[in-house]
């Protein structure tokens, strides 16, 4: 079925899943046939940033050909997608699917909810962009492009579309979802990061027996939910920096190519949100250390400039030229050459929300579990945002048979930190602080006591009696296009409602 997104032709459900899945096993393959070509060693870290840091080549290219012609991208992207199609096939002929899935699912309570979130996410994921900030930036910034076919419209932005100041990775993401004929490929990215999550989980803990207990207690997280809906890519960020600090956790020497991953996720993490920047900052000062300590530092400097130079220079550059701006409008404020309008808008979005100060800093362990709302620096709890908590199992390790050592958990208050440090303490910060405490769950073999087992799965039960209403409810949306027009127009009654 063919639908239209405010002038621009998309192809209606399920194509730009097809397509998405495409992309995503073509990634997989192309990675896996590299590593066998090269014959690298598949060592924990080369096998989890090896497949990001080829989905990131496959982004910054498309990013480059945008700014030299928008044409030119177009069929770049096509290419990409034949050339990933190719691979798909081949990834699909070695992995026996059918027989793997069968295998590994078991008719229990743990098994039978992960297919239930799974099912429910993907319907999730499938429905029309409905959500304020990806109609606002994340989505629109790619269907300007298309529109207008070219980039000068982006001088512009400050005066007409403040929010485009802050496109980054994910808006490319989505251009590209555009150029494919699918409005929703954002969304898709969010939920095969899901799957990634449970990839990364086997693949570092293969004897562990309550991975999928783990993974469970992360899907069920109502925190997930609006990261599935929305276009902005978030989720991947953070498992990958996540991934990051747990490597440096476990291993005490890199190679060569672990280095270089290892700084090029890093800058490609930090394209995707500036809000990842402190905890970067953190990482490299300590890699900066272990090159000193194995005396590589003249080596691991140039690795690091060149992951800069190839992930995230082009990101400033394109900032200093279109918004005279290395990271606006944040940084244009503390040089003072923003406007007073673009200050008011830097002002929004370090205040949006939690902004830092004693009262939420306080409430702030709650808040973890208790649905709110921020505005002004104060706090209002309100059933509506239940997707702004992570639930009862962010404390699942405090009621564990075992407890995190001395050294992990220095690496999770220093997370906790670097957060604390950016004057806004919204939840979804925190999501790589989430995932890192579950590294730790499955790397200290830990299992939680009776009665917190039992208020768990209380919980996911409620919510996921949740999400099954929602799903079967708008599951119709995927169906017609006038049944996608009334789920728009549905959606936009309640935020009218809301915001009154």
């Not at 099912?119 to 409905?130: E, K, T």
Request: with cysteine; net charge positive; aromatic share 20%.
């Amino acid at each position: 079925m063919i639908s239209d997104y405010y002038g621009l032709t998309i192809l209606n459900f399920p194509f730009g899943l097809i397509v998405s899945l495409i992309i995503f096993g073509g990634i997989i393959q192309t990675s896996n046939s590299f590593l066998k070509f090269k014959k690298i060693p598949v060592t924990k870290t080369v096998n989890i940033l090896f497949p990001f840091l080829i989905f990131s080549l496959f982004i910054s290219i498309v990013n480059l050909t945008i700014y030299i012609n928008i044409s030119f991208a177009r069929i770049t992207i096509y290419v990409f997608l034949f050339f990933f199609l190719y691979q798909f096939f081949r990834f699909y002929k070695n992995y026996r699917f059918k027989k793997n899935i069968l295998n590994n699912f078991k008719f229990n309570f743990v098994d039978i909810f992960i297919v239930i979130f799974l099912a429910c996410y993907l319907v999730i994921s499938s429905l029309p962009i409905s959500d304020a900030d990806s109609l606002s930036y994340h989505s629109s910034f790619g269907s300007y492009l298309i529109k207008y076919s070219n980039t000068e419209w982006m001088k512009n932005t400050k005066f007409f579309h403040p929010d485009l100041l802050l496109s980054g990775t994910s808006e490319i993401i989505n251009f590209i979802g555009l150029v494919l004929l699918t409005d929703n490929y954002g969304s898709y990215i969010n939920f095969l990061s899901l799957i990634f999550i449970y990839y990364i989980f086997k693949t570092n803990f293969k004897k562990k027996k309550n991975i999928k207990i783990v993974f469970l207690l992360i899907l069920s997280s109502p925190i997930i939910l609006p990261m599935i809906f929305s276009q902005k890519i978030y989720i991947l960020p953070s498992i990958i920096l996540s991934s990051i600090i747990y490597f440096l956790f476990i291993e005490k020497k890199f190679s060569k190519i672990e280095f270089f991953l290892l700084f090029s996720s890093l800058m490609i993490v930090a394209s995707y949100k500036t809000s990842f920047l402190i905890p970067i900052f953190i990482i490299l000062v300590y890699l900066a250390y272990l090159s000193l300590k194995i005396k590589k530092v003249k080596e691991n400097f140039f690795l690091m400039f060149a992951s800069f130079i190839l992930f995230l220079l082009p990101l400033i550059v394109k900032n200093l030229y279109f918004h005279n701006d290395f990271f606006p409008p944040l940084t244009g404020q503390i040089l003072n050459i923003n406007s007073e309008n673009i200050n008011n808008f830097a002002n929004f979005i370090k205040n949006y929300d939690l902004q830092l100060n004693v009262n939420t800093l306080v409430l702030l362990p709650f808040l973890i579990f208790i649905p709110h709302y921020g505005q002004l620096g104060n706090v209002y709890f309100s059933l509506p945002n239940i997707g702004k908590i992570y639930g009862i199992q962010f404390y699942a390790f405090l009621f564990s048979n075992k407890s995190f050592s001395n050294k992990f958990l220095l690496l999770i208050l220093i997370s906790f930190i670097s957060v604390l440090l950016l004057g806004n303490i919204s939840t979804r910060w925190f999501l790589f602080i989430f995932f890192l405490i579950y590294f730790g769950f499955l790397h200290f073999d830990m299992t939680v006591n009776k009665i917190f087992l039992i208020l768990v799965k209380l919980q996911i039960i409620i919510f996921s009696l949740f999400i099954i209403f929602y799903s079967i409810l708008n599951v119709e949306a995927l169906l017609s296009t006038n049944l996608k027009k009334n789920f728009l127009l549905i959606i936009q009654m309640v935020f009218n409602i809301f915001q009154k």
